[in-house]
């Protein structure tokens, strides 16, 4: 499958091969092009429609591309195929505040929302498949999140939701939606987290969590056993994983959003 990023407005792009580095790249590493209109030019959407906040995108295995937006004037998930023509829309109704947007091996659509406190998985043309979480009640148990963020998959089919505006961790299902475990509480300690706002997994299963407001992201086995901590890429707002374990991320500093590229390969390299 050819891998395509979409990218909101990006100031810097930067490389950071040392722990405690941040440093622009001057040269010609990584190369893109920003669709800064995509799905609106060429105009392809059903008329009067229009973009609100966009929280994700994600992409499936045929190339197209899954919107979730949050403006009264267009569905909450809007699907372009690859070069931005609309294909379809759906979502009316469903939703209060659709936040994360994640495609599983299956092509199915897991959508997290951070207002009505559920996990939704949905086929790929909007039926939905079954709800995680008690629509309007945030808690902590096995069967409740507090404004859950995003959702990662393992190769089994096993799943992690970060439960993560309201809650302070990490909880693991199988692949029929059981609880399995959970971890992390509210701090700054290894396996604490100060909103944990999204994760990825690698082909070794392990665990990427960006712990946003501790400026970090930390790294678990796939049972919440923690292994080690990036400090240097800021405040982490997206990541995304390809199959050869490149690891994008979209960060912040000082106002400035940062596209970082692929971490693990060059982790990797320093550590011949």
Same mark, same amino acid.
């Given at each position: 499958?050819?891998?395509?990023?979409?990218?909101?407005?990006?100031?810097?792009?930067?490389?950071?091969?040392?722990? !405690? +580095?941040?440093?622009? /790249?001057?040269?010609?590493?990584?190369?893109?092009?920003?669709?800064?209109?995509?799905?609106?030019?060429?105009?392809?959407?059903?008329?009067?429609?229009?973009? +609100?906040?966009?929280?994700?995108?994600?992409?499936? @295995? $045929?190339?197209?591309?899954?919107? $979730?937006?949050?403006?009264?004037?267009?569905?909450?998930?809007?699907?372009?195929?690859?070069?931005?023509?609309?294909?379809? @829309?759906?979502?009316?109704?469903?939703?209060?505040?659709?936040?994360?947007?994640?495609? !599983?091996?299956?092509? /199915?659509?897991?959508?997290?929302?951070?207002?009505?406190?559920?996990?939704?998985?949905?086929?790929?043309?909007?039926?939905?498949?079954?709800?995680?979480?008690?629509?309007?009640?945030?808690? $902590?148990?096995? &069967?409740?999140?507090?404004?859950?963020?995003?959702? $990662?998959?393992?190769?089994?089919?096993?799943?992690?939701?970060?439960?993560?505006?309201?809650?302070?961790?990490?909880?693991?299902?199988?692949?029929?939606?059981?609880?399995?475990?959970?971890? +992390?509480?509210?701090?700054?300690?290894?396996?604490?987290? &100060?909103?944990?706002?999204?994760?990825?997994?690698?082909?070794?299963?392990?665990?990427?969590? @960006?712990?946003?407001?501790?400026?970090?992201?930390?790294?678990?086995?796939?049972?919440?056993?923690?292994?080690?901590?990036?400090?240097?890429?800021?405040?982490?707002?997206?990541?995304?994983?390809?199959?050869?374990?490149?690891?994008?991320?979209?960060?912040?500093?000082?106002?400035?959003?940062?596209?970082?590229?692929?971490?693990?390969?060059?982790?990797?390299?320093?550590?011949?």
């Amino acid at each position: 499958m050819k891998l395509t990023y979409l990218l909101l407005p990006i100031l810097l792009a930067v490389t950071c091969l040392a722990q !405690d +580095g941040w440093n622009a /790249h001057e040269g010609g590493l990584l190369k893109y092009r920003v669709m800064i209109r995509f799905g609106e030019e060429p105009d392809t959407l059903p008329d009067c429609w229009r973009f +609100g906040r966009v929280s994700a995108v994600a992409v499936d @295995s $045929a190339g197209n591309v899954y919107v $979730a937006q949050r403006g009264p004037h267009a569905d909450p998930i809007v699907v372009f195929d690859a070069k931005g023509k609309y294909i379809r @829309s759906w979502g009316k109704g469903v939703f209060s505040i659709p936040h994360g947007l994640r495609v !599983d091996a299956s092509d /199915h659509v897991w959508v997290t929302d951070t207002g009505y406190h559920l996990v939704m998985e949905f086929t790929n043309d909007g039926k939905l498949v079954r709800t995680l979480g008690t629509k309007g009640k945030p808690d $902590a148990t096995q &069967d409740t999140f507090n404004r859950p963020t995003d959702v $990662a998959f393992f190769k089994n089919g096993d799943f992690l939701v970060t439960d993560g505006y309201g809650n302070s961790r990490v909880v693991k299902f199988s692949r029929d939606g059981k609880y399995l475990m959970e971890w +992390g509480k509210r701090g700054k300690g290894p396996g604490e987290f &100060d909103t944990p706002h999204v994760a990825v997994i690698d082909s070794h299963q392990n665990v990427y969590v @960006s712990d946003r407001e501790n400026n970090r992201i930390q790294i678990f086995d796939s049972n919440g056993k923690f292994l080690r901590q990036w400090t240097h890429l800021g405040a982490t707002q997206g990541m995304d994983i390809s199959p050869k374990d490149e690891l994008w991320i979209v960060s912040h500093r000082n106002r400035e959003e940062n596209l970082v590229p692929p971490q693990l390969e060059m982790e990797r390299a320093l550590n011949r």
